[in-house]
């Protein structure tokens, strides 16, 4: 028993020392702040043995035993699935008036002849009888439609033509053609903006660019409607001293003429930005082709911008053109890249050949009448003098602009709100006086947040007579509405 307590009482001065010579070797010693720490190895080594004995043991696990029969029926009865699509609300089942006849200066709703302001044809051309003649020729030749994707047995002679008629029209190389109007910008954007790369856009562009953009996944940066400070602020900021930013491909995106408000795009200054910061430039012309310009030729005409300054160059046809589809034109190099990577142009359908027909005559036809565009330019004339004193609405769009757009002076809460008020407006306007126009409705995926408005699409078929009477209806049905708000 007394060698047992005397071998025991040796291995405690054995680790005694031991210890002591840990806390008292330089090695083991630490200042923090000036206070001397001893033994710190010790301390670091029993920590590394107490993180390795944790580390190595097993995770607890609960006992695994299957649900009875009852828990799964409480579980199933439990369990709400997730809607397939959002709640339907009462402004989701709201159904717009339905045509009954062409979509002219006057067309036929419920039975009733009404007067048409909802109608992009600018210049008059829906039911031109040379536009319809066109058509007829075209469908006795080639039938109703292609059957297949431009590069894939679907192109015809005549699609070859409406592009060299449309490079010829606006002075570029070569344009390229497109099945739907949206379907321009769908794919044109992401042709050439991907991932990474850098967009300045303006907010109040319309939801096809908004959409392109979208599918691009390029970094998107938005001024301020129309306001070249705040797009020259934004294109200062991401150039200055970003090594980065001058390596990657940048873009500027605008219309010519905004649908979602009516104003028109400072191209000079918009060029003027774009090369002292080194950008391309993509400008949407739906709605100024065939209107801006003493020849129709658009926003560059418009402000005697050489064509060639502006990198990329769409439109859609069913406006101006009176026909359908879309087109992109420039040089041949954006021309050509497109017809290997725009997934409209290399997977969709082509053209119907008669829409191609339609658009070459209704090119010719505005080219022989330059008349139409000095009656379009009077009839917005006179829209706006007749609109420019309407009680609690005020006119935001350009001069020159065929949109004439008209938003409330006095907001009446929220934009929800003021979209009913201007509902009201509409809804009164054809109700009690058959005049036709729309409200700027968005749908739930649409991000411009400019604010909402009645847009007055104007034709050179309108008549005197009809803008008069679209004048004087108006403001009695504006006066009725807000008398009661």
């Known amino acids: 028993m007394d060698t047992m307590l005397s071998a025991f009482g040796n291995m405690i001065k054995s680790f005694s020392d031991w210890v002591t010579i840990i806390f008292d070797a330089p090695s083991s010693r630490a200042i923090v702040l000036g206070v001397p720490i001893r033994g710190h190895l010790l301390v670091e080594g029993l920590l590394f043995v107490v993180i390795l004995f944790l580390l190595s043991q097993k995770s607890y696990k609960p006992p695994k035993r299957p649900l009875t029969k009852k828990e799964v029926d409480e579980l199933c009865d439990e369990w709400v699935p997730e809607p397939l699509i959002p709640a339907i609300t009462e402004e989701m089942k709201y159904e717009p008036p339905v045509l009954e006849s062409a979509a002219g200066p006057h067309t036929i709703i419920n039975g009733k002849d009404v007067l048409n302001f909802t109608s992009a044809n600018y210049l008059g051309l829906l039911g031109h009888e040379r536009l319809q003649d066109s058509c007829t020729k075209s469908l006795e030749k080639y039938g109703v439609g292609s059957c297949g994707p431009r590069g894939f047995y679907g192109t015809i002679d005549v699609h070859l033509d409406c592009e060299a008629r449309i490079a010829k029209f606006l002075g570029t190389y070569d344009s390229i053609l497109y099945s739907y109007g949206l379907s321009t910008l769908f794919s044109t954007i992401p042709a050439f903006c991907k991932k990474g790369d850098l967009v300045v856009v303006d907010e109040g562009v319309h939801w096809g660019i908004q959409n392109g953009l979208h599918l691009s996944r390029s970094t998107i940066v938005y001024f301020k409607h129309n ?259």
Do not use: W
Not at 347 to 369: C, M
Not at 394 to 400: F, L, Y
Not at 414 to 422: C, E, G, I, P, Y
Not at 436 to 464: M, N, Q, W
């Open 227 to 485: 306001d070249m400070k705040s797009l020259q602020s934004i294109l200062e900021n991401v150039t200055h001293d970003n090594k980065r930013a001058k390596k990657l491909r940048r873009y500027i995106i605008v219309e010519a003429v905004y649908q979602n408000s009516g104003q028109i795009a400072p191209l000079d200054d918009i060029i003027r930005l774009k090369e002292k910061y080194r950008f391309r430039v993509i400008l949407d012309e739906s709605n100024s082709i065939g209107v801006l310009g003493s020849t129709g030729r658009g926003l560059t005409e418009h402000y005697k911008v050489p064509i060639e300054k502006v990198d990329i160059v769409t439109a859609a046809m069913g406006h101006a053109l009176a026909s359908e589809g879309g087109f992109c034109t420039g040089s041949a190099r954006v021309i050509d890249h497109q017809r290997l990577s725009s997934s409209g142009y290399v997977f969709s359908a082509s053209l119907p050949p008669y829409l191609a027909s339609a658009a070459i005559t209704a090119i010719d036809v505005l080219e022989e009448n330059p008349n139409l565009i000095t009656k379009l330019k009077e009839n917005i004339a006179t829209l706006r003098k007749g609109l420019s004193d309407v009680q609690g609405l005020e006119i935001v769009s350009d001069p020159e602009s065929p949109v004439v757009f008209l938003t409330l002076k006095k907001s009446v809460g929220s934009m929800k709100a003021d979209l009913q008020v201007l509902d009201d407006i509409a809804d009164n306007l054809l109700r009690e006086h058959s005049v036709f126009v729309a409200t700027s409705k968005r749908s739930t995926v649409d991000k411009c947040k400019l604010p909402a408005g009645i847009r007055f699409y104007v034709s050179a078929a309108h008549t005197e007579i009809d803008l008069e009477k679209a004048c004087d209806s108006f403001k009695k049905a504006t006066a009725l509405i807000l008398a009661g708000q």
